[in-house]
């Protein structure tokens, strides 16, 4: 198989091009290093069935492939709200762009979507049929919509083109390659924790999320990009926690003197997030293997090993 992953030099996507090369696939990463990096597909860069294009999806491009893994968007807060045209462009005129060329090549097209598409719900946990709470004005919505419209895009392809398609909802998803400076709450706490510096939550920590470890999230896309249901499918770990309760488990594995700071909740700030996976585990038989105990200590040993190079660098450049 020739395979495109979109944003591939993200957190998620290197995790998936590791699994698709080891499957032994062509690859071509499509990537304008927005939030990804070269260092995270360093070790394919000389595979003869490896490519990298320093591409923005914003621009049409002309490729054979015979699979799309859509996933380039960036999907930090911090980062998609420092442009958030930016953001509406990527998620619309991009994702045209990478069904247009779907439909021209006849690959099976994977959209990587999210649980922002429920926005603030008001069922819970959230289930697929279910359409969301989701405000179109507000500082999430060039995700929150742009994701939607992403989704009505594919949909629309679908049923007018007959493009091939798969759409995953991926839930708050965590482990090693987060950025640094990402502003997700699973990277903030470690990093503060590992710097010993107070661990920020937002509100009272009250607002609950899932955080599914990056291994499982990509079985879960392998899967379905090869099975045959087209979904929506809910992608993500159903353990609920407080983010009070997420502070917690970071300060205990990491350092327990650590300590707490409240600061304001952001606008817009979903107050409670779960997935129901009954889809994924009839349709795929997936569901999470790894807990958050564990997936937490090897994000950390990630982390703790970066920043210690970091550390080394720095020391030897004086
Ligand atoms: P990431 O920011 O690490 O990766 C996104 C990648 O897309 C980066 O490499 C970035 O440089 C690239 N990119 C952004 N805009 C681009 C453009 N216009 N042209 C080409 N490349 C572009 O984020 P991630 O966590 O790996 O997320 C990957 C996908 O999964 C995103 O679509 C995101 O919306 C979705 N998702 C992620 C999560 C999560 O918790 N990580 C949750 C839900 C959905
Ligand atoms: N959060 C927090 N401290 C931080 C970063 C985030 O308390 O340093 C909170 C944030 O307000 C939200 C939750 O953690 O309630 C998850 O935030 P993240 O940005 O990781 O993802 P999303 O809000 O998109 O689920």
Redesign the pocket.
């Known amino acids: 198989m020739r395979i495109l992953v979109?944003?591939g030099?993200?957190?998620?996507?290197s995790h998936l091009i590791d699994r698709l090369m080891a499957d032994g696939n062509e690859v071509i990463c499509?990537?304008?290093?927005?939030?990804?990096h070269k260092g995270n597909i360093l070790k394919w860069l000389e595979h003869p069935y490896f490519e990298l294009i320093r591409?923005?999806?914003?621009e049409p491009i002309r490729l054979e492939i015979d699979q799309i893994y859509h996933?380039?968007?960036?999907?930090?807060p911090v980062?998609y709200q420092y442009n958030p045209v930016k953001t509406v462009k990527?998620n619309v005129i991009?994702t045209l762009n990478m069904l247009g060329l779907a439909k021209r090549v006849k690959a099976r097209f994977l959209l990587?979507s999210?649980?922002e598409v429920y926005g603030d719900p008001e069922v819970h946990p959230q289930v697929e049929e279910y359409w969301g709470n989701v405000n179109p004005i507000g500082i999430r919505s060039c995700y929150d919509e742009g994701?939607r419209i992403a989704e009505t895009l594919t949909f629309d392809y679908h049923r007018q083109n007959d493009v091939d398609i798969r759409v995953a909802r991926?839930?708050?998803?965590y482990g090693p390659r987060m950025l640094e400076n990402d502003g997700r709450v699973v990277s903030n706490l470690v990093v503060q924790a590992l710097r010993d510096i107070p661990l920020t939550v937002y509100g009272d920590g009250s607002q609950t999320r899932s955080f599914c470890y990056v291994s499982d999230l990509v079985e879960g896309l392998m899967r379905l990009m090869s099975g045959d249901h087209i979904g929506p499918v809910n992608l993500g770990n159903p353990d609920e926690y407080t983010i009070l309760e997420l502070a917690n488990s970071v300060q205990k594995l990491v350092n327990p003197k650590v300590e707490i700071k409240f600061q304001s909740l952001p606008q817009d700030d979903p107050r409670r997030r779960r997935p129901d996976i009954t889809r994924a585990k009839t349709w795929l038989n997936w569901q999470p293997t790894v807990a958050l105990q564990e997936g937490l200590k090897l994000t950390v040993e990630d982390f703790r090993s970066r920043i210690n190079r970091n550390q080394q660098s720095l020391v030897i450049g004086h």
């Open positions: 979109t944003g030099a993200g957190f998620i996507g499509l990537d304008n290093f927005y939030t990804g591409h923005d999806i914003t996933l380039a968007c960036p999907a930090s980062h990527t991009g990587a999210t649980s994701k991926i839930f708050n998803t």
